[in-house]
């Protein structure tokens, strides 16, 4: 298979995937990108409105929305981030024992998502994958660890044609960071949905809403 150049980017529509999207395009010069999006069986699709949109003012080559809603079956009620889990908790209902690996968290998604795109990035003969994993200030995720991606990365270099590149530049960054990056960039952050509920407005007091008022508050600083 050809080597060919450009990148893929995974893209929910949340502040952390379309800052990186931005940044992929505009900081690091790669052309052409390809957007990928995923439609797994979440309570909601406002974030890929937002995506739809992210997409088309970063200048992606493409922008392509997967359908994988089965998710939601093989998952059942393990996440009450997809539309059989329960309500979602406010971040203040976790206990701190419990942040770690929280009832929001979506077993395997990451590793689905980039398997996934990692054999579209293949198919095309592209060698770069990035995805927008950061070092949450208030509750984390095993598969937005720097162990996930030197793991992942591992079994993708085993590939004895064209091992795909998965590639997380805010890894290590807090969400205050991402956002002074976005904002280097251009980005308007009005445009990005976060909340992990599903309503006319954000609701404010979900954990990902939490985390991007704290880091906004904190630029104003």
Request: net charge negative; hydrophobic share 40%.
């Amino acid at each position: 298979m050809n080597k060919t150049s450009g990148a893929v980017v995974l893209l929910s529509g949340g502040v952390d995937s379309t800052t990186l999207l931005h940044f992929v395009k505009k900081e690091l010069g790669v052309s052409p990108v390809h957007a990928l999006s995923f439609l797994y069986g979440q309570k909601h699709v406002k974030e890929l409105d937002m995506a739809c949109e992210q997409a088309k003012l970063a200048g992606a080559e493409t922008h392509e929305v997967i359908d994988i809603s089965f998710m939601a079956a093989i998952i059942g009620s393990a996440s009450v981030l997809t539309r059989e889990g329960g309500e979602v908790p406010d971040l203040d209902q976790i206990a701190e024992s419990d942040r770690s690996q929280p009832p929001t968290y979506v077993p395997n998604r990451n590793m689905l998502f980039l398997s996934l795109a990692a054999s579209y990035a293949e198919s095309r003969g592209i060698p770069d994958l990035f995805y927008g994993a950061q070092a949450q200030d208030e509750y984390g995720y095993w598969d937005c660890t720097n162990d996930f991606l030197s793991a992942i990365n591992a079994v993708l270099a085993l590939n004895r044609d064209l091992p795909v590149m998965v590639k997380a530049p805010f890894i290590a960054m807090r969400k205050v960071d991402v956002l002074k990056k976005g904002l280097e960039l251009g980005i308007d952050y009005s445009r990005t949905w976060t909340c992990y509920r599903g309503d006319t407005s954000p609701c404010g007091t979900c954990p990902s809403c939490v985390e991007r008022k704290t880091a906004f508050e904190e630029l104003e600083e």
